[in-house]
């Protein structure tokens, strides 16, 4: 179970690592756009606050990976820490989102259930 929580939180990472792409590097792109609803007008007057939220996930997704090569190389309990912190605060911050834009349920869902698995399969497995 320690490796499927883990392989679950890395794949939530990954999601988190393209999420900041979008957000920080890419947000006035017509793809992008597209991807949040947004019009032109909209991405140019959010581009400073997408760009620093953007790097919040890539911060959290550094968290994860770190925690999981600190596992793997031993440091189970700063690994798992790591791990749980961050999967953790993708799952919290996907509930925020869900609770307050209930219209972006799906965007919330896909943000916070591979995170949310991984953490419980991480929980399970060390507790086994």
Do not use: D
Not at 64 to 81: C, D, I, N, Q
């Amino acid at each position: 179970m320690v490796v499927t929580g883990l392989v679950l939180a890395c794949a939530a990472a990954l999601l988190h690592v393209y999420i900041w792409v979008m957000e920080s590097l890419t947000w006035t792109s017509a793809r992008t756009r597209a991807t949040f609803g947004t019009t032109r007008e909209q991405a140019e007057a959010t581009k400073e606050l997408a760009f620093n939220q953007g790097f919040y996930n890539l911060f959290l997704a550094i968290a994860v990976a770190l925690g999981t090569l600190m596992y793997a190389a031993g440091r189970t309990e700063a690994g798992a820490t790591l791990v749980f912190t961050g999967a953790g605060s993708m799952v919290a911050a996907g509930v925020v989102l869900l609770t307050s834009s209930p219209s972006k349920a799906r965007a919330a869902l896909v943000q916070l259930v591979p995170p949310l698995l991984g953490v419980l399969a991480l929980g399970v497995g060390l507790v086994l």
